[in-house]
């Protein structure tokens, strides 16, 4: 099967990852994914949780936001969706997998993940840009001596992986996701273990072979994009 982009069934999308792309911010990156591009910032805040104060540990924790014209039809603004909420959650939930919190202090890493244009996977491509954000700003931190080490333990990626036409598709852009009869997101480290399967029946169920199928195809999109991470961060990490 040749998707209409021209891709194979088991190919990513065009990567491109521009670093420092904000000015101020202590890390950031533009992701593009095909059409799909996110900008990612990290922000260094000299404060924890409550829940944190007086333990001397630090956190990472993300918000998520499209702009009004990211997609076909506008975006009203200040109206955050459950979507946007679960989306921010997953993102923190991938960088702290791999965050060691006890290296970090008491302060917390402000991860922003800004939308500019939408055409599917708006959250692996999050998870993958942000990551390389995070490094920079701990980097940063290091090299201003404020930590002695970048408290980072493995990397982290995210991608889809879709049931379309009853081909199994990798990456799958807005038009292949909305007509998909599954659907799956997978984040996974760079020693391949899973931080998160997000796994649907659109419209028909999946056996067991096809989801094993749907993870290994993941897990080989997932590999690429780490090595492009590598390949970003080869004088950091």
Known sequence: ????????????RKVLISRNYIKYAEGSCLIELGNTRVICTASV?????PFLKGSGSGWV???YGMLPRSCEKRIQRGK????TYEIQRLVGRSLRAVTEMKYLG????WIDCDVLQADGGTRTASITGSFIALVDALNKLKNGGIINQIPVKDFVAATSVGIFAGELLLD???AEDSKADVDMNVVMTGSREFI???????????SKEQADGLLSLAQRGIEGLIDMQRTQ???IL
Request: avoid cysteine.
């Open 1 to 12: 099967m040749i998707r209409e982009d021209g891709r194979n069934p088991d190919k990513l």
């Open 80 to 83: 955050d969706s459950g979507r």
């Open 172 to 174: 799958l852009s807005y």
């Open 106 to 109: 008491e302060r917390t890493i």
């Open 45 to 49: 805040e000299e404060s924890v949780p």
């Open 196 to 206: 998160e399967i997000q796994g649907t029946a659109e419209r028909k169920t999946f």
């Open 233 to 235: 961060l080869k004088n």
């Open 61 to 63: 924790t993300a918000e």
